[in-house]
């Protein structure tokens, strides 16, 4: 492996439009593309491959490959502009590392497929608005949407920060300033704390880690900025309960006080095949939070938060997962098969019976 080979195998990637490049001894590369993954039939890879791979990579991020690095998130660009994600790794003594694609423009809601009301959504003078799913669903994708949208159509100063930059974005109408972890900041909370003193209208920060990072989210919403951010979590309810979780106990009813007053929305992904399993296409949960939803975050009452989702379509432009399912089933967009894989209600089939 040398650094010409490397960088073939990713403009391959790059050019095919896959997802994501594994690395790993003793398989060759792998390419997941359209959801499912592809072995290549270039060589297995050795220790040595894999650990040249982990150095040019680092090397590009200004580090060093040292014994200690067990895991850790880079970047790496091409010469030609394309762009990757990395997360590298320690298995079995050697390394592997997983390359995502980072899209070389950032889409449209229209081009993405995405609910028009994100438009909306992001017409907020301040709060908390979370985008959720489960890895390599689209949580980047959208949060780049949203922030294009501002950045084309409202005079903001935005300061996003991330582990690491994915998404590049040129001023227009906002002026962006972006911020990584580990070469312009020592951590989310630190880069937080600093962001509010930097003359924000909105901040987005790459992901919600740790209690000291959610706290800082909600204290800069709570000041009145408009702050974005991701969870590893499926839905609104799921979403709510894993915020009020990282908090003590005894810090858990004040939180769900705090949570009612700032939460604008949730936005929950899953990406799945169309009809002609060729392309993806989004499964959109959106929760908008009214008085009442207001109401049962406060209370405790999450349980009935699906309900109100479901009955505010008309009103309020919000889909359980469900709802969308059955939306995507009419349009012929997927099929039933992959509606019932997707969907965790047992109410489904009589919902497309109905429908």
């Known amino acids: 492996m040398d650094a010409k080979v490397l960088n073939q195998i990713l403009d391959i990637a790059f ?100 609910p028009k009301v994100l438009s909306e959504i992001v017409k907020a003078p301040n709060g908390l608005v979370l985008v959720t799913g489960p890895t390599g669903n689209g949580k980047s994708t959208t949060l780049a949407a949203m922030l294009k949208h501002l950045n084309t159509t409202r005079d903001y100063n935005i300061i996003t920060i991330e582990d690491p930059i994915e998404f590049l974005f040129k001023s227009e109408k906002s002026c962006i300033i972006q911020r990584e972890v580990g070469f312009d900041t020592a951590s989310f909370s630190a880069a937080l704390k600093a962001s509010l003193r930097m003359d924000p209208d909105v901040i987005m920060v790459g992901e919600m880690r740790d209690l000291e990072t959610i706290d800082s989210c909600v204290k800069a919403a709570e000041t009145g900025h408009l702050v974005f951010s991701t969870l590893h979590t499926q839905g609104a309810v799921a979403s709510i309960n894993r915020l009020i979780g990282h908090f003590p106990p005894d810090a858990q009813e004040i939180v769900r006080q705090r949570l009612a007053d700032i939460l604008v929305a949730t936005v929950s992904l899953r990406l799945v095949k169309d009809s002609s399993g060729e392309n993806l296409v989004p499964v959109v ?51 039933v098969d992959i509606a019932k894989s997707i969907s965790r209600s047992m109410d489904l089939e009589r919902k497309l019976m109905v429908s």
């Open 15 to 114: 050019d095919k439009k896959v997802s994501d490049v594994h690395f790993e001894v003793d398989n060759p590369p792998f390419f997941r593309g359209k959801g499912q993954l592809i072995r290549s039939k270039l060589p297995d890879l050795t220790a040595e491959d894999t650990e040249f791979i982990a150095q040019k990579i680092l090397e590009q991020n200004d580090r060093e490959l040292t014994p200690d690095i067990l895991e850790t998130d880079a970047s790496y660009a091409l010469e030609n502009g394309g762009r990757f994600r990395v997360s590298l790794f320690k298995q079995r003594g050697a390394y592997g590392i997983v390359m995502r694609v980072i899209p070389p423009e950032i889409g449209s809601f229209d081009d993405l497929h995405l």
């Open 285 to 335: 949960e959106i929760m908008r939070t009214t008085t009442t939803i207001q109401a049962c975050i406060r209370e405790g009452r999450l349980e009935e938060i699906e309900r109100h989702i479901e009955n505010g379509r008309s009103e309020y432009y919000m889909q359980t997962m469900d709802q969308h399912l059955v939306e995507l089933c009419e349009k012929k967009i997927i099929t």
